[in-house]
């Protein structure tokens, strides 16, 4: 075979794949009236971190919406279109009040949910006041989060509460990053336990202590919730089996399982360390906001570091665009390669295998749930409250169990059997419902109790 016969024969040459494909808009597109836009503004979401409200109004931008966000002189908090229902001032440079904010150009006054309480330079007579409003939102405040809900008034769902918020001897520090990219991108790897093979080990080498197992290939098994998916990936060390869960939340929100931890002996439902929400800023940027855990029951290695916890940064590898692009490229990290996907990535052009089983089932869920509201239908919410909050699993557990010639549908049944007894308990609540998973595993398994 001649060279040029060898390159004509190959599946697919350079030249096959020159042109545009369009990206796959249905999923990715956020901005006003787009189908997943729509979808994704029935549902509460962060959209700042408290501890940028201060002496100023700020500028931010959610699902491709420029607005304004502060805290009053009272302290109250209020999310408003940037401009000005005048004459289109940003609110950004206006003066915050005791009670709202004032738009710097004709000095009108805005509370914080939008009503107008004053036109100074109107007329006595003048109705402005009660005839229109500063377009706004509702707001609700959590841990150094700020939460909006931007989709139709008459439809808030109820504000969700995880389990996760509030688990004993949790600190939860609130982070934010931003990712110059479509939202999906970065969610997508919440739900692809195979990137950790490679990416965190195989290829680069380990980045996270305590996950060096990371590089075995993992048994992996889905699960649906009626608001998500939870998975778990099982890998074997000697005789131990490390499962280890994660929860994925309609529409954006991920939990893990623990970090900075030392899986040498067996373990009963350890507990997460993370609680991301990746939140669209426009079709081609996104924010991540979320809660970094400590915990030192799980993180016995003691690396976390509070301090490295808030605005743009993390305590773990390769979370944020501030290293050098030489240490990017010598040893990337998650967010080098979400972000190298491109401003959207083109699945057009991927190309999926079995081990994209959760991307295409999240992609699935997605596509199904944004169809429904687009025909006016309800899609299921997280619920809970803080009193019965909604339980999640996001979490590690490690069983001493001999190999066996079928180590793979060994691996499997152990985790249906774990996972089966993760969702008995999910009638109880808080040190209940953990002193009963862990009592039924080590029924379970005796091997790996004590
Ligand atoms: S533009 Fe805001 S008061 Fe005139
Ligand atoms: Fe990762």
Redesign the pocket.
């Given at each position: 075979m001649t060279e040029d016969t060898r390159w004509a024969r190959r599946p697919l040459s350079g030249y096959d794949v020159r042109l545009p494909v369009a990206e796959d808009a249905e999923l990715t597109h956020v901005d006003p009236g787009t189908p997943g836009g729509e979808y994704l503004r029935r549902f509460w979401t962060p959209v700042a971190m408290t501890t940028q409200l201060g002496a100023r109004p700020v500028p931010i931008r959610i699902f491709g919406e420029d607005l304004v966000i502060f805290r009053d002189g009272a302290g109250r908090i209020g999310l408003l279109h940037r401009?000005?229902?005048?004459?289109?001032?940003s609110?950004e440079f206006?003066r915050i009040e005791e009670r709202g904010i004032r738009?710097?150009?004709?000095?009108?006054h805005f509370d914080v949910d939008g009503t107008i309480l004053e036109?100074p330079g109107e007329p006595p007579t003048s109705k402005i006041c009660g005839s229109i409003c500063q377009p706004a939102y509702p707001v609700r405040e959590l841990k150094g989060l700020v939460f909006a809900y931007m989709g139709p008034p008459g439809e808030i769902p109820a504000f969700p509460y995880l389990d996760s918020f509030d688990l004993p001897d949790h600190e939860l520090i609130p982070y934010s990053i931003h990712s110059p990219c479509n939202w999906l991108q970065e969610t997508e790897n919440a739900i692809d336990p195979f990137h950790s093979v490679f990416l965190h080990g195989r290829v680069n080498g380990p980045q996270f202590p305590g996950l060096e197992h990371f590089v075995e290939l993992p048994v992996v098994n889905y699960s649906r919730r009626d608001a998500g998916i939870v998975y778990s990936h099982a890998r074997r060390v000697g005789d131990l089996v490390m499962l280890r869960f994660h929860d994925y939340l309609m529409p954006n929100l991920a939990q893990n399982g623990g970090m900075f931890q030392k899986l040498e002996k067996p373990k009963f439902f350890g507990r997460t360390s993370l609680t991301k929400w990746v939140v669209p800023v426009d079709n081609t940027n996104s924010r991540k906001f979320g809660w970094r855990h400590f915990n030192d029951k799980d993180e016995v290695l003691r690396q976390g570091k509070r301090d490295e916890v808030g605005w743009e940064t993390v305590d773990f590898y390769g979370q944020t665009a501030h290293r050098s692009y030489e240490e990017r490229q010598g040893n990337p990290g998650d967010w080098d390669v979400w972000v190298s996907q491109g401003p959207i990535a083109v699945h057009g052009r991927e190309y999926l295998g079995k081990t994209d089983e959760g991307i295409a089932m999240l992609r699935r869920k997605l596509r199904r749930d944004i169809r429904a509201v687009a025909a006016g239908e309800k899609i299921a919410q997280v619920g809970g409250t803080p009193e019965n909050p909604y339980p999640t699993y996001g979490g590690d557990t490690v069983l001493r169990v001999a190999k066996s010639n079928d180590d793979e549908a060994l691996m499997r049944g152990l985790q249906q059997q774990v996972a089966e007894i993760y969702f008995a308990a999910d009638g109880l609540k808080g040190e209940e419902r953990s002193a009963r998973i862990k009592a039924d595993l080590k029924a379970k398994f005796p091997d790996s109790a004590g």
């Amino acid at each position: 075979m001649t060279e040029d016969t060898r390159w004509a024969r190959r599946p697919l040459s350079g030249y096959d794949v020159r042109l545009p494909v369009a990206e796959d808009a249905e999923l990715t597109h956020v901005d006003p009236g787009t189908p997943g836009g729509e979808y994704l503004r029935r549902f509460w979401t962060p959209v700042a971190m408290t501890t940028q409200l201060g002496a100023r109004p700020v500028p931010i931008r959610i699902f491709g919406e420029d607005l304004v966000i502060f805290r009053d002189g009272a302290g109250r908090i209020g999310l408003l279109h940037r401009h000005c229902a005048h004459r289109r001032a940003s609110l950004e440079f206006g003066r915050i009040e005791e009670r709202g904010i004032r738009c710097c150009y004709h000095g009108w006054h805005f509370d914080v949910d939008g009503t107008i309480l004053e036109t100074p330079g109107e007329p006595p007579t003048s109705k402005i006041c009660g005839s229109i409003c500063q377009p706004a939102y509702p707001v609700r405040e959590l841990k150094g989060l700020v939460f909006a809900y931007m989709g139709p008034p008459g439809e808030i769902p109820a504000f969700p509460y995880l389990d996760s918020f509030d688990l004993p001897d949790h600190e939860l520090i609130p982070y934010s990053i931003h990712s110059p990219c479509n939202w999906l991108q970065e969610t997508e790897n919440a739900i692809d336990p195979f990137h950790s093979v490679f990416l965190h080990g195989r290829v680069n080498g380990p980045q996270f202590p305590g996950l060096e197992h990371f590089v075995e290939l993992p048994v992996v098994n889905y699960s649906r919730r009626d608001a998500g998916i939870v998975y778990s990936h099982a890998r074997r060390v000697g005789d131990l089996v490390m499962l280890r869960f994660h929860d994925y939340l309609m529409p954006n929100l991920a939990q893990n399982g623990g970090m900075f931890q030392k899986l040498e002996k067996p373990k009963f439902f350890g507990r997460t360390s993370l609680t991301k929400w990746v939140v669209p800023v426009d079709n081609t940027n996104s924010r991540k906001f979320g809660w970094r855990h400590f915990n030192d029951k799980d993180e016995v290695l003691r690396q976390g570091k509070r301090d490295e916890v808030g605005w743009e940064t993390v305590d773990f590898y390769g979370q944020t665009a501030h290293r050098s692009y030489e240490e990017r490229q010598g040893n990337p990290g998650d967010w080098d390669v979400w972000v190298s996907q491109g401003p959207i990535a083109v699945h057009g052009r991927e190309y999926l295998g079995k081990t994209d089983e959760g991307i295409a089932m999240l992609r699935r869920k997605l596509r199904r749930d944004i169809r429904a509201v687009a025909a006016g239908e309800k899609i299921a919410q997280v619920g809970g409250t803080p009193e019965n909050p909604y339980p999640t699993y996001g979490g590690d557990t490690v069983l001493r169990v001999a190999k066996s010639n079928d180590d793979e549908a060994l691996m499997r049944g152990l985790q249906q059997q774990v996972a089966e007894i993760y969702f008995a308990a999910d009638g109880l609540k808080g040190e209940e419902r953990s002193a009963r998973i862990k009592a039924d595993l080590k029924a379970k398994f005796p091997d790996s109790a004590g």
